[in-house]
């Protein structure tokens, strides 16, 4: 799983660092901290800290055959 976050996009609204702590963080209270390259273990809370973005500046790509990204839709 590769993640991707366009930081001029994100906002700071940290649903992401509440819904998938240890793949994101805030650094202060704008900066977004990520680990691009979350195991496996935590794929289901990255998915949904992409899907809970407000503007939407998570992309997941899985890499298991698929070479198109998922982008997170508004919830």
């Known amino acids: 799983m590769k993640v991707v976050v366009d930081l001029s996009r994100c906002q700071g609204y940290a649903q992401c660092a509440f819904l998938a702590p240890d793949a994101f963080r805030m650094h202060g209270e704008e900066a977004l901290m990520y680990d691009?390259?979350?195991?496996?273990?935590?794929?289901?809370?990255?998915?949904?800290?992409?899907?809970?973005?407000?503007?939407?500046?998570?992309?997941?790509d899985q890499l298991e055959g698929q070479d198109v990204p998922v982008e997170a839709s508004p919830s």
């Open 36 to 60: 691009p390259n979350p195991d496996d273990v935590r794929r289901e809370q990255v998915l949904r800290a992409a899907a809970a973005c407000p503007v939407q500046a998570i992309l997941v």
